[in-house]
């Protein structure tokens, strides 16, 4: 697929970070896209936004809709097809996710499966909805979002990432046991899988508020006292703060992971988008991807033995694999 003019695109996650990055520079580009996310209001900001900068004759459309329900996903689908007027579609981005479920052992089962069910039933859902159009086109890309938790799953020592590795494990499975079930049975559409390391995104706040977490900065002492020992669980040096310092660190917190990246989320859709293009299968993001991936191959059977990578990390990068990634 050497051009994305005149194509249709599905992007899910689509109201912030990776995915409003992904509809925008499609749009630009000259494809039209059908974007979806669990956020309502931020998705109808996407399509807005880009709708405003689009190519002639390009259209964008937002949807609100939540991947891990499958009939939501099948609205998606019905509401898409009637407003694009399409029968066919050329792209699929199976972008959205979320973080948490950090401890199998600790974390509440339904957190745990809230998080599984975004990141990888939500994949599943959109496979089996989407993947019938991309047959009936001419050509066609299913490009799955893993992580580099797909391939190395934690975050740095004392800190598991049980569900989301185990959801990133599976999409990435899943997306590479299609490359042949394409090849023979569908073999003008191909698949691709993405594992971007530490990009700039709005994730974490975005997560915690699907988990259940308001915003920090909107709540009330009191209400911020009343979650305090849930942030502590998640990880947070919250146990000895003030509500106000609180409040202040939540906010650096989330700004630093999104703009202290070593990538940012335009970045990546950029790297996504040339990958698709020049018929590249395993999308790496970021030099920490790259790096624990060498690593990671290098010596499976030590992928948890935090002072070999140490070593590793010092010799190939000189920091540590955990501060790479």
């Not at 975050?155 to 494990?169: E, H, I």
Request: charged share 20%; proline share 4%.
């Amino acid at each position: 697929m050497e051009s994305f003019a005149g194509k249709i695109a599905v992007v899910t996650g689509g109201g912030s970070g990776m995915g409003r990055e992904l509809v925008r520079q499609l749009a630009v580009q000259g494809c039209s896209v059908a974007a979806c996310d669990i956020n309502a209001d931020t998705i109808a900001e996407t399509a807005a936004l880009v709708q405003g900068e689009a190519a002639a004759g390009v259209r964008v459309t937002g949807h609100h809709c939540d991947v891990a329900d499958e009939t939501q996903v099948q609205r998606f689908r019905d509401e898409l097809t009637e407003a694009h007027g399409a029968d066919h579609l050329d792209l699929v981005f199976s972008n959205a996710g979320i973080g948490g479920g950090g401890s199998f052992v600790t974390a509440p089962r339904q957190e745990w499966e809230r998080v599984f069910g975004i990141d990888f039933w939500g994949t599943y859902h959109c496979a089996r909805t989407f993947l019938p159009l991309l047959i009936a086109g001419t050509e066609g890309v299913l490009v799955n979002t893993s992580s580099v938790n797909g391939f190395w799953a934690a975050l740095f020592p004392g800190a598991p990432q049980n569900a989301y590795s185990t959801a990133k494990f599976a999409v990435r499975g899943f997306t590479e046991g299609l490359i042949e079930d394409l090849r023979v049975h569908a073999p003008h559409v191909r698949v691709a899988v993405v594992m971007p390391g530490h990009v700039g995104t709005d994730i974490v706040a975005n997560s915690l508020r699907i988990l259940g977490v308001p915003d920090l900065e909107r709540m009330s002492d009191a209400e911020l006292d009343a979650v305090r020992p849930e942030l502590v669980r998640r990880g947070f040096p919250a146990a000895d703060q003030s509500p106000a310092e609180l409040r202040k660190l939540w906010v650096q917190i989330n700004a630093d992971f999104r703009d202290k990246a070593p990538v940012s989320a335009a970045q990546a859709a950029t790297v996504i988008l040339d990958a698709i293009r020049a018929g590249t299968w395993r999308i790496l993001i970021g030099e920490d991807a790259r790096a624990l991936d060498r690593m990671v191959r290098a010596d499976p059977v030590a992928a948890y033995d935090w002072e070999a990578l140490t070593r590793q990390a010092g010799q190939q990068a000189g920091q540590s694999v955990w501060d790479a990634s």
